[in-house]
């Protein structure tokens, strides 16, 4: 069974904090997302990357960066959390065909 | 990529068929229809898509107008677990780069009842 797993469902962190969020894949992708979820909003693309060490900036990458160093493993991080940055974080990958994406759970991050 | 527009909510009956309408009247020929679902509390879920040809699997049914300016996601025999946002999404088909991510709008808020 395909699987996205992101490292953790819920979390809480202080202003200025460094957050480290983890996705992994268990499917060969070559392609991992990162989007934000927010009431009224939809789905919004952070970064993505489409091989190891490659990234792409989405359409809202202000305050996140990214690491790839594993075709599996896709991280993102907030440099110094704030409060507007509460929200559900979601992860995703694909491979070039099918087109479908494959998402985590997704994470909860709440900034105090 | 091309808007969509979708309404805002549904309600089906349980056991009856749910016809979810998205139009894309501004898609352009070399892109696909895609429909994803959301579940509360969880991450998004691959539906199906298609091109120009109506498309069966085992969760759903996709009907593709003749001229690709609108679509249906049929859901043929609603269930209760099939309450979710249902979102329809046009894109390019082939992967790579830029071109890799799909745009979620806001969805149809589909409520099945009892």
């Known amino acids: 069974d395909v699987k996205v797993t992101q490292s953790s469902r819920y979390l809480v962190k202080r202003t200025g904090e460094k957050v480290f969020l983890e996705c992994v894949q268990d499917?060969?992708?070559?392609?991992m997302f990162w989007y934000r979820q927010d009431p009224g909003l939809g789905l919004r693309l952070i970064y993505f990357?489409?091989?190891?060490?490659?990234?792409e900036k989405g359409d809202i990458p202000e305050g996140y960066s990214v690491s790839r160093e594993k075709k599996e493993r896709f991280s993102l991080i907030l440099e110094s959390a704030s409060t507007n940055q509460t929200s559900m974080y979601l992860c995703?990958?694909?491979?070039?065909?099918?087109?479908?994406?494959?998402f985590g759970p997704g994470t909860r991050l709440t900034v105090t | 990529d091309a808007k969509t527009t979708q309404p805002t909510s549904m309600d089906c009956a349980e056991g009856r068929a749910a016809n979810l309408p998205c139009n894309h009247s501004?898609?352009?020929?070399?892109?696909?229809v895609y429909w994803y679902r959301q579940i509360h509390s969880q991450g998004p879920q691959y539906i199906i898509h298609?091109?120009?040809n109506n498309e069966t699997n085992e969760m759903a049914s996709l009907i593709i107008t003749e001229d690709r300016k609108s679509s249906t996601l049929i859901l043929p025999h609603a269930t209760l677990r099939d309450t979710a946002v249902y979102y329809c999404?046009?894109?390019?088909?082939?992967?790579?780069?830029?071109?890799?991510?799909?745009?979620f709008g806001k969805g149809t808020k589909l409520s099945v009842k009892p």
């Open positions: 995703a990958s694909t491979r070039d065909s099918p087109y479908e994406q494959y």
């Open positions: 499917m060969d992708h070559e392609n």
């Open positions: 990357s489409y091989d190891v060490k490659m990234k």
């Open positions: 501004t898609i352009s020929g070399n892109e696909y």
């Open positions: 298609g091109l120009k």
């Open positions: 999404i046009v894109r390019v088909g082939n992967y790579g780069g830029s071109q890799g991510n799909l745009i």
